[in-house]
């Protein structure tokens, strides 16, 4: 990005033309605001702007004078007056220092952004123009870098394809805006981009459609250096573009096939979109090919939805996400699946807690919104975001706090005779309902649940020397000792017995290994 200067001795004005301009849309970014004329030139010194805003009449050093005295001590930017009917004799002086845009205050938005783009294409235009004369020899027509990256051998030309000698590997990447919101901002953001690209040195950028989709060529570098070249683009410009990076090139005819994976993987975009920079070892990621069928998660999230187990219902939709990708769906499958999921859903919504109150759940506006999005990670994130909301209006104070509130019950009265029948009607649950549910709550049926809990204890008792194998047996619950000793068999793979005569065992040698 441009980086850009205000200057103006009064902060209202300052803030107001922060806030009226769509900086990152022109490719600009303010980076230091000067005070007055003595605070401008300093920071102007210090942080080299390309484009300076400065108010003509300051306290102390006008606006002019501050111009002329950083041009003087090196600065090369371009600079926009601000400045009020009188103060226009100050005109002639300006122009003699380059000034060549004046805005007249109160400051209209329109007419100060049709300044800043002017005088910003004028600097895009410069830099190209010294970057060009800076190859000299090395300059490699577009022709030729086209002609490469498509793999036309009737494109190339000798000469400059000699200045590709030096270099024995390849990389490329495509650089695409995919913001809607942007439109007319949309070429000059490539501009700025292709401009901050070519500086790097060592690579070649080119337009390659009519969208204006740059491509370029990177030689000899590491890939290391590359993806944080990158990523740091991707990141100033966050939401507003898309970049694919090609496998590695060896010589200069295997150049079109790092074109095309990058190629391949922009075309897949839908499902890549969210990270900014996807190279080849992120779609590798996905390639295997997910057993589990996209269509079967309607009923986990509903699983989770309804104990409004919300860590585990993020967990799902990871999977799901995964299950999408690795199975490359094309987006219209992608949105058939995600549509038919949210429809299933809310059939399971109306048998839990009926047509009336399931209204609540707006399932045709959430499947219009999945149609009209352009990437899988907005559908996930949309379906995630409203089934939480809904799970937790309609199961997030009942459900799962009564599960709560049954394992604790549980806990405590373990050595009482439990049966799911009587926890049902002290909870007020058909028993059939909450055997259902505290088995979606924890994994287990309710019997099993409890023999672990009983069993637990009981090898804690066991442990002691303190009571005998029936007295254990009664204390964690169980009246009858055989039934006790073939669950505590089933569980921990020996008797009662044994398992107390073990601990008794490993308790003496250690005592003798004390003494």
Same mark, same amino acid.
């Given at each position: 990005?441009?980086?850009?200067?205000?200057?103006?001795?009064?902060?209202?004005?300052?803030?107001?033309?922060?806030?009226?301009?769509?900086?990152?849309?022109?490719?600009?970014?303010?980076?230091?605001?000067?005070?007055?004329?003595?605070?401008?030139?300093?920071?102007?010194?210090?942080?080299?702007?390309?484009?300076?805003?400065?108010?003509?009449?300051?306290?102390?050093?006008?606006?002019?004078?501050?111009?002329?005295?950083?041009?003087?001590?090196?600065?090369?930017?371009?600079?926009?007056?601000?400045?009020?009917?009188?103060?226009?004799?100050?005109?002639?002086?300006?122009?003699?220092?380059?000034?060549?845009?004046?805005?007249?205050?109160?400051?209209?938005?329109?007419?100060?952004?049709?300044?800043?783009?002017?005088?910003?294409?004028?600097?895009?235009?410069?830099?190209?123009?010294?970057?060009?004369?800076?190859?000299?020899?090395?300059?490699?027509?577009?022709?030729?870098?086209?002609?490469?990256?498509?793999?036309?051998?009737?494109?190339?030309?000798?000469?400059?394809?000699?200045?590709?000698?030096?270099?024995?590997?390849?990389?490329?990447?495509?650089?695409?805006?995919?913001?809607?919101?942007?439109?007319?901002?949309?070429?000059?953001?490539?501009?700025?981009?292709?401009?901050?690209?070519?500086?790097?040195?060592?690579?070649?950028?080119?337009?390659?459609?009519?969208?204006?989709?740059?491509?370029?060529?990177?030689?000899?570098?590491?890939?290391?250096?590359?993806?944080?070249?990158?990523?740091?683009?991707?990141?100033?410009?966050?939401?507003?573009?898309?970049?694919?990076?090609?496998?590695?090139?060896?010589?200069?005819?295997?150049?079109?096939?790092?074109?095309?994976?990058?190629?391949?993987?922009?075309?897949?975009?839908?499902?890549?979109?969210?990270?900014?920079?996807?190279?080849?070892?992120?779609?590798?990621?996905?390639?295997?090919?997910?057993?589990?069928?996209? &269509?079967?998660?309607?009923? *986990? #999230?509903?699983?989770? +939805?309804? @104990?409004?187990? !919300?860590?585990?219902?993020? =967990?799902? %939709?990871?999977?799901?996400?995964?299950?999408?990708?690795?199975?490359?769906?094309?987006?219209?499958?992608?949105?058939?699946?995600?549509?038919?999921?949210?429809?299933?859903?809310?059939?399971?919504?109306?048998?839990?807690?009926? &047509?009336?109150?399931?209204? *609540? #759940?707006?399932?045709? +506006?959430? @499947?219009?919104? !999945?149609?009209?999005?352009? =990437?899988? %990670?907005?559908?996930?994130?949309?379906?995630?975001?409203?089934?939480?909301?809904?799970?937790?209006?309609?199961?997030?104070?009942?459900?799962?706090?009564?599960?709560?509130?049954?394992?604790?019950?549980?806990?405590?009265?373990?050595?009482?005779?439990?049966?799911?029948?009587?926890?049902?009607?002290?909870?007020?649950?058909?028993?059939?309902?909450?055997?259902?549910?505290?088995?979606?709550?924890?994994?287990?049926?309710?019997?099993?649940?409890?023999?672990?809990?009983?069993?637990?204890?009981?090898?804690?008792?066991?442990?002691?020397?303190?009571?005998?194998?029936?007295?254990?047996?009664?204390?964690?619950?169980?009246?009858?000792?055989?039934?006790?000793?073939?669950?505590?068999?089933?569980?921990?793979?020996?008797?009662?017995?044994?398992?107390?005569?073990?601990?008794?065992?490993?308790?003496?040698?250690?005592?003798?290994?004390?003494?």
């Amino acid at each position: 990005m441009l980086k850009v200067m205000l200057v103006d001795d009064e902060p209202n004005v300052r803030q107001g033309v922060k806030m009226m301009i769509p900086w990152s849309e022109l490719g600009l970014e303010v980076i230091a605001e000067g005070e007055d004329g003595d605070d401008g030139l300093n920071k102007i010194l210090i942080n080299n702007p390309d484009i300076v805003i400065a108010d003509v009449k300051m306290p102390g050093m006008t606006g002019i004078r501050m111009l002329d005295a950083a041009q003087k001590s090196g600065f090369k930017g371009k600079a926009l007056i601000l400045s009020g009917y009188s103060d226009f004799t100050y005109a002639k002086e300006a122009i003699s220092l380059g000034v060549k845009q004046f805005i007249l205050k109160p400051v209209d938005e329109d007419e100060l952004i049709e300044c800043l783009k002017t005088v910003r294409d004028e600097i895009i235009s410069e830099k190209a123009s010294v970057l060009q004369l800076q190859k000299g020899s090395e300059y490699i027509s577009e022709q030729t870098i086209r002609g490469l990256l498509l793999g036309d051998m009737s494109m190339l030309n000798d000469a400059d394809l000699s200045a590709y000698k030096a270099f024995d590997k390849f990389d490329t990447a495509l650089i695409s805006v995919v913001s809607p919101t942007l439109n007319d901002g949309k070429t000059a953001l490539l501009d700025i981009i292709r401009r901050q690209i070519s500086e790097l040195g060592n690579v070649d950028v080119i337009n390659v459609d009519l969208s204006g989709m740059l491509a370029v060529i990177f030689k000899n570098w590491n890939d290391g250096k590359i993806r944080d070249s990158l990523n740091k683009i991707s990141r100033d410009y966050k939401g507003k573009i898309f970049i694919t990076i090609g496998s590695t090139a060896d010589r200069t005819d295997r150049i079109s096939e790092s074109y095309r994976t990058a190629h391949s993987l922009y075309e897949n975009r839908f499902l890549y979109l969210h990270y900014g920079v996807v190279s080849p070892d992120i779609a590798a990621e996905m390639r295997d090919v997910s057993s589990q069928p996209a &269509e079967s998660f309607s009923k *986990q #999230f509903f699983t989770f +939805m309804e @104990i409004n187990d !919300i860590a585990r219902l993020e =967990s799902c %939709f990871d999977d799901f996400r995964n299950t999408l990708c690795r199975n490359f769906y094309t987006p219209e499958k992608i949105k058939v699946v995600c549509i038919t999921t949210i429809i299933d859903i809310k059939n399971s919504i109306i048998k839990s807690v009926g &047509e009336k109150k399931a209204e *609540q #759940f707006n399932d045709e +506006m959430i @499947i219009s919104q !999945i149609g009209a999005m352009n =990437s899988l %990670f907005e559908i996930i994130e949309l379906m995630k975001r409203e089934l939480i909301e809904i799970s937790n209006t309609f199961y997030g104070r009942t459900t799962k706090s009564t599960m709560e509130r049954v394992v604790r019950y549980i806990r405590a009265n373990y050595s009482q005779e439990l049966r799911l029948e009587m926890l049902a009607n002290i909870f007020g649950y058909n028993s059939a309902y909450l055997g259902k549910v505290f088995h979606q709550y924890t994994g287990d049926n309710f019997n099993n649940y409890l023999d672990r809990i009983r069993i637990t204890e009981a090898k804690r008792l066991l442990s002691t020397d303190e009571y005998k194998v029936y007295e254990v047996a009664e204390m964690v619950g169980y009246t009858n000792i055989n039934y006790f000793h073939n669950k505590f068999k089933k569980y921990v793979g020996i008797s009662p017995l044994n398992y107390k005569k073990e601990c008794l065992n490993d308790s003496s040698a250690d005592d003798e290994e004390q003494e």
